[in-house]
């Protein structure tokens, strides 16, 4: 008989309300875009725009100029870190966040080995870092580049290689709002002018156990699986049983043991969710192994069409629709044929203060219809 771990149960509208407090989500935070990026520990950005409209739906007195001012100051960066994918990090965490997730980066050439036969990875590393620090480059330029050296192996596995060996930064215009740009590449290092941490060693405590504490700050309570799948890594039980006698421990309906800070805010169950706009990809909906917390069972993989992810709804917490910008409209496609007077009323609120937000000075009209081409309502 497996023992069950011990604890108080949390239930999922526990375990939402606990999340969206320390997303920025019950209610705005009076922070800095800075200061939200820090405590979020990093905001996923594949896409220029997403940031912004995170930032929109958590900050009170945001305006896109904030978080473009702090990328062109160099105090954030656009680098791929969690889960492999493109982040916005301050300075600080891409310089610390990179080295710890590095494993899952090297273990990710193993499906560009046949590209790279013959390829020494520590010849390919320095000569990728002397060209992005002459200047950035973009893929195809490093492509191109290291294509001399090797010209026998795939240039696509040669460029992939390169970012996967080193911590590249896409370097500004690109990631600023309302303009555009290639993306371009330099190091980390040469970008903010000073040295990244030193890759944790195996066994040692700090880094790992600095990024468990600062998880749950931002996403707890929540399972080792759950930490597991937002950083993109494996074998982080350690950690959080050196952390043990510092955690709370409470298990969720089914059972899993979740670890929390004592100090962290669990709200009551039945606080009021307005609700909130959010982009493709917010880490709200990516960062746990059990998303049941934000997306009812019955709406998994609402938010997505093949490989097309669209914009996401909450309403009073849960996953409830998704939303476009389409031409002069903001179209907004709920999930169940839900949505009451009220309801309705506090999503078009809602709309019209992002649309405020991020686009003043432009009129968009506001209505409900598709967004999903062929999905069911």
């Given at each position: 008989?497996?023992?069950q771990?011990f604890g108080?149960?949390l239930?999922s509208?526990a375990l939402n309300r606990a999340t969206?407090g320390?997303?920025l989500?019950?209610?705005?935070?009076?922070?800095?875009?800075?200061?939200?990026?820090?405590h979020l520990?990093?905001l996923?950005a594949?896409?220029?725009?997403?940031?912004?409209?995170a930032?929109?739906?958590r900050?009170?007195g945001?305006?896109?100029?904030q978080l473009s001012?702090l990328?062109a100051?160099?105090e954030?960066v656009r680098?791929?870190?969690?889960?492999?994918?493109?982040h916005?990090?301050?300075a600080?965490?891409a310089?610390?966040?990179?080295?710890?997730?590095?494993?899952?980066?090297?273990r990710?050439?193993?499906?560009f080995r046949?590209g790279l036969?013959?390829?020494?990875l520590?010849?390919?590393?320095?000569?990728?870092?002397d060209l992005?620090?002459?200047e950035p480059?973009?893929?195809?330029g490093l492509?191109?580049?290291?294509?001399g050296e090797w010209p026998d192996?795939d240039?696509?596995?040669l460029?992939v290689a390169?970012?996967c060996?080193?911590?590249l930064v896409q370097v500004?215009p690109?990631g600023?709002?309302?303009?555009?740009g290639q993306?371009?590449l330099?190091?980390a290092e040469?970008?903010l002018?000073?040295?990244a941490a030193?890759a944790?060693?195996?066994?040692t405590?700090?880094?790992?156990?600095?990024?468990?504490?600062?998880?749950l700050?931002?996403?707890?309570?929540?399972s080792?699986k759950?930490?597991?799948?937002w950083?993109g890594?494996?074998r982080?039980r350690a950690a959080f049983?050196?952390l043990?006698p510092r955690?709370?421990?409470?298990?969720d309906?089914n059972?899993?043991e979740?670890f929390?800070l004592?100090?962290?805010p669990?709200p009551?169950?039945?606080?009021?969710?307005?609700?909130?706009f959010?982009?493709?990809?917010?880490n709200?909906?990516?960062?746990h192994?059990?998303?049941?917390?934000?997306?009812?069972p019955?709406?998994r993989?609402?938010?997505?069409?093949?490989?097309?992810a669209?914009?996401?709804?909450?309403?009073?917490?849960?996953?409830?629709?998704?939303?476009?910008?389409?031409g002069?409209a903001?179209?907004?496609?709920?999930?169940g044929?839900?949505?009451?007077?009220?309801?309705?009323a506090?999503i078009?609120?809602?709309g019209?203060?992002?649309?405020a937000?991020?686009h003043?000075g432009?009129?968009?009209?506001i209505?409900?219809?598709?967004?999903?081409?062929?999905?069911?309502r």
């Amino acid at each position: 008989m497996t023992k069950q771990p011990f604890g108080p149960v949390l239930g999922s509208r526990a375990l939402n309300r606990a999340t969206l407090g320390r997303q920025l989500l019950l209610r705005r935070s009076p922070w800095s875009a800075k200061e939200a990026v820090a405590h979020l520990v990093g905001l996923q950005a594949q896409n220029v725009k997403p940031p912004y409209y995170a930032l929109a739906a958590r900050l009170d007195g945001f305006v896109p100029e904030q978080l473009s001012q702090l990328m062109a100051d160099r105090e954030v960066v656009r680098i791929v870190t969690l889960r492999s994918t493109i982040h916005t990090h301050t300075a600080a965490d891409a310089l610390t966040l990179r080295p710890l997730v590095q494993p899952a980066r090297t273990r990710e050439l193993t499906a560009f080995r046949k590209g790279l036969a013959g390829v020494d990875l520590d010849r390919l590393a320095a000569l990728a870092r002397d060209l992005v620090e002459a200047e950035p480059r973009t893929m195809a330029g490093l492509r191109e580049a290291l294509r001399g050296e090797w010209p026998d192996a795939d240039p696509g596995s040669l460029a992939v290689a390169a970012r996967c060996v080193l911590p590249l930064v896409q370097v500004t215009p690109r990631g600023l709002w309302g303009r555009s740009g290639q993306v371009a590449l330099t190091t980390a290092e040469h970008w903010l002018g000073r040295p990244a941490a030193p890759a944790p060693a195996p066994g040692t405590s700090g880094a790992t156990d600095a990024a468990v504490l600062r998880y749950l700050a931002a996403f707890g309570p929540a399972s080792v699986k759950d930490m597991q799948t937002w950083a993109g890594l494996t074998r982080l039980r350690a950690a959080f049983e050196r952390l043990r006698p510092r955690l709370l421990t409470f298990r969720d309906e089914n059972g899993a043991e979740l670890f929390d800070l004592p100090d962290a805010p669990r709200p009551d169950p039945d606080t009021p969710a307005p609700p909130r706009f959010l982009p493709e990809f917010d880490n709200l909906l990516l960062s746990h192994a059990d998303r049941t917390r934000v997306v009812p069972p019955g709406y998994r993989g609402r938010a997505w069409q093949g490989n097309q992810a669209f914009p996401t709804l909450l309403v009073d917490g849960f996953l409830a629709g998704v939303w476009k910008l389409t031409g002069d409209a903001l179209v907004i496609e709920t999930f169940g044929g839900r949505s009451g007077t009220a309801e309705r009323a506090a999503i078009l609120a809602e709309g019209e203060r992002m649309l405020a937000t991020l686009h003043p000075g432009t009129s968009y009209d506001i209505r409900f219809g598709a967004v999903v081409p062929g999905a069911g309502r």
